[in-house]
């Protein structure tokens, strides 16, 4: 049989020999047994269940979700055979004539492999025709989908097992890239295959390079400058909503590069358009949701980018393994910022319980991975339960960046100690608000803040306990019980460290600081100017100008911008649009002399700028922004614009500072008038009148507790629309 299998690899798919565990898959496959694969993206997991197929009798059934997915493989299986018939799909994709051409290619044995959608598998229909044939073997793929674990459940995925048995009983391979051992033993239950042989594959992808940056406000800017100096390079930029990939499809095609969008939202023409648009390289990027991606055999993608971390791991090791799946180059680049993961948690409020704490449990996990200065292939693998030797990978922003690492050998004995003390029953975030001497309700109804260790920690910080707990996790002396929520565990190591405990070295977190852009819109872009002089020379223009006009010099630029222009140099008054913070209105009312300034600065020292970063917006980028503008001018309430467009209280003033901070000017006086105190709004604009700065921080607490924050925000916007613009 050996040789028969390698002879028949040959003939059918032209290759000399297998990779990895395929041989002993296939073989496993063939003996009749029952079989699950655990191979990370790129390791071959189709041909697993493609070979048998070809070698056995009758027809192999493929349970798949992903309709793109499906053409795929059946294309790719055409190409590999004679027989067009060789392989087919049904799916909702199919009229009632293709269909039936389709029972016939089956029915009369040509037919050796055919891909069905969960949800085809349930129509009675199908189920009747099914029985008439003649199955070789079931194979499962995305086999992840059926655990509310796995980063893609699908409750139709629970139904397959009682399906199989009403078709006929026949071996089960299950497939998926990614499955912690929680997952694993998910599929295996619910697919009724306890006993099947599993292979696993290392999920240790060497040639992927790891790295997660800061997200500020110049994320469009920092991508666009990377796919510029990856030119004619293919990759994939994975955003979390429709309108995000929407809106930045149009900024990358403004900025001149060839990109397409691709999310559940577009009709199925369109998305396998764009799909095939990119495996046949007439675009360079897709921007995409996650709908994107599954099962798609594109070896030579260099760069996947989230541009919002995901929601779990899981999710994100399945969507950085379509980079270098051909062994070479893939860099993979998430920006985080803590505040998604909280936008995150609240869309997860109205689910079941159940589902909430799951959702959370993953979204942790997401957070210590982006925020840990440990090796992230070291931290990726064990969330799988692999673990990984080396102390430096060479290959991850940590291990080429380490940080110096401190003594926790005491702290560590302080957190085995307290978690024994509680007999086990508590997680990672209630140990640490308990060591810090938090009162939490929680913490308060146990009566836990009357222990003696209640707020021991308190000389450390939330991010030092944090970095301890999850790194002695890695090390082996904590477990989570996922089963539970997460609760943290002592292992045998654990125990015999608190007897003896051992030098345990570890390194701090990585500080992301937070974007304060949700105060004013152009905070914290985190660049320093890149032109000293220049700034230099702008902050005493602005100075002077703010003399002369007798307003606060914020309001006519702020920071940010002033940075900006120190960066780019923009010498005409469309170049200043683009600076962040500059709309038309600000342009015109202020930009000549600035203008003027930078234009002989950049002739005098020959300065060369770079018109290739400009980061050129969309127009239809603002349409809610023109619809705020409408709606105040017709003087409808703010919190029925924000109700009426799904927008908390606090993101409608986001975009209304965003929108006069560009330079229009609005009038909410209608609003305010209504809504506050006559002595408040005096009060709150005598004190911008005067003050150097409009931070909403410094606001608060030079006005005392007497002013609420929305407060000190409508008049913030009143003032700068009156005075700035």
Not at 270 to 294: C, H, K, P, Y
Not at 674 to 681: C, G, N, R, S
Request: charged residues 30%.
């Amino acid at each position: 049989m050996k040789q028969d299998i390698t002879e028949a690899l040959k003939f059918h798919f032209g290759f000399d020999k297998f990779k990895g565990n395929q041989k002993a898959i296939v073989e496993n496959v063939l003996a009749g047994k029952d079989t699950l694969v655990l191979m990370p993206t790129g390791g071959g997991k189709s041909l697993c269940y493609q070979l048998p197929s070809l070698i056995m009798e009758g027809t192999a059934l493929v349970i798949s979700p992903l309709i793109a997915l499906m053409k795929n493989q059946v294309d790719s299986m055409r190409n590999f055979s004679e027989e067009d018939g060789v392989a087919h799909f049904i799916n909702s994709s199919l009229n009632r004539a293709a269909i039936d051409s389709v029972k016939q290619d089956i029915l009369s044995g040509r037919t050796k492999l055919l891909y069905v959608a969960p949800e085809s598998l349930t129509k009675e229909e199908n189920i009747g025709f099914l029985r008439q044939v003649k199955i070789s073997f079931y194979a499962v793929d995305e086999a992840h989908c059926i655990s509310e674990w796995g980063h893609d459940f699908r409750p139709e995925y629970r139904r397959i097992r009682p399906l199989i048995n009403e078709i006929g009983k026949q071996p089960v391979i299950a497939l998926t890239a990614t499955a912690t051992p929680k997952v694993q033993h998910d599929i295996q239950k619910n697919l009724g295959m306890m006993n099947a042989t599993v292979f696993k594959s290392s999920f240790n992808r060497s040639n992927l390079y790891y790295e997660v940056r800061s997200k500020g406000n110049d994320i469009d800017r920092e991508i666009i400058k990377y796919i510029k100096n990856h030119e004619g390079k293919s990759g994939i930029i994975y955003c979390l909503s429709r309108k995000k990939v929407e809106e930045f499809t149009g900024i990358l095609c403004a900025n001149g590069i060839k990109a397409l969008p691709y999310h559940a939202g577009m009709d199925s023409q369109m998305r396998s358009n764009n799909q095939d648009a990119f495996l046949m390289e007439e675009t360079d990027v897709i921007v995409a949701t996650i709908a994107f991606g599954m099962g798609i055999d594109k070896p030579d993608v260099r760069y996947v980018i989230h541009y919002d971390i995901p929601k779990s791991l899981e999710g994100y090791y399945q969507e950085t393994g379509r980079a270098g799946r051909d062994g070479g180059e893939g860099k993979c680049i998430a920006f985080y910022a803590n505040k998604d993961l909280q936008k995150l948690e609240k869309f997860l409020q109205g689910k079941p319980v159940v589902e909430q704490e799951i959702g959370k449990q993953l979204l942790l996990e997401t957070a210590a991975y982006a925020e840990t200065a440990v090796c992230r292939r070291k931290v990726l693998l064990h969330y799988f339960g692999e673990e990984y030797a080396e102390d430096n990978c060479g290959s991850c922003d940590n291990c080429l960046n380490p940080k110096i690492l401190f003594e926790a050998k005491d702290l560590l004995l302080t957190v085995l100690e307290s978690i024994e003390a509680l007999k086990e029953k508590y997680r990672t975030d209630y140990m640490v608000n308990l060591l810090m001497g938090y009162e939490t309700s929680e913490i308060v109804s146990y009566k836990h803040n009357e222990l003696e260790f209640f707020g021991v920690g308190q000389e450390e910080d939330e991010k030092t306990w944090n970095a301890v707990i999850r790194q002695a996790q890695i090390a082996g002396y904590l477990a989570k019980d996922i089963e539970n929520y997460g609760l943290l565990k002592i292992t045998a190591n654990g125990k015999m460290f608190m007897k003896k405990p051992v030098s345990f070295k570890i390194v701090k977190d990585n500080e992301f600081d937070e974007d304060e852009s949700n105060e004013t819109p152009l905070r914290g872009g985190g660049s320093c100017a890149v032109d000293p002089a220049l700034y230099s020379i702008m902050k005493d223009l602005r100075k002077k100008l703010s003399k002369q006009l007798e307003v606060p010099p914020f309001v006519i630029f702020q920071d940010p911008s002033l940075e900006a222009m120190a960066t780019t140099y923009p010498v005409t008054l469309d170049d200043l649009q683009n600076i962040p913070g500059v709309g038309a209105g600000k342009a015109k009312r202020y930009g000549s002399e600035f203008i003027a300034i930078i234009k002989k600065y950049v002739e005098e020292n020959e300065i060369e700028r770079p018109e290739d970063m400009r980061v050129r917006t969309v127009a239809n980028k603002s349409k809610l922004k023109v619809w705020i503008v409408q709606s105040i001018d017709r003087k409808i309430a703010l919190d029925d614009i924000a109700i009426s467009k799904g927008l908390e209280f606090d993101e409608l003033l986001d975009e209304i500072e965003a929108i006069v901070y560009s330079g229009t000017r609005i009038n909410i006086d209608y609003f305010i008038n209504e809504a506050m105190d006559e002595d408040h709004i005096q009060d709150i604009y005598a004190y911008f009148k005067e003050s150097e700065t409009d931070r909403l921080e410094e606001a608060i607490k030079e006005l005392g507790s007497d002013y609420t924050e929305e407060e000190i925000r409508l008049i913030r916007i009143k003032f700068l629309s009156e005075l700035a613009n």
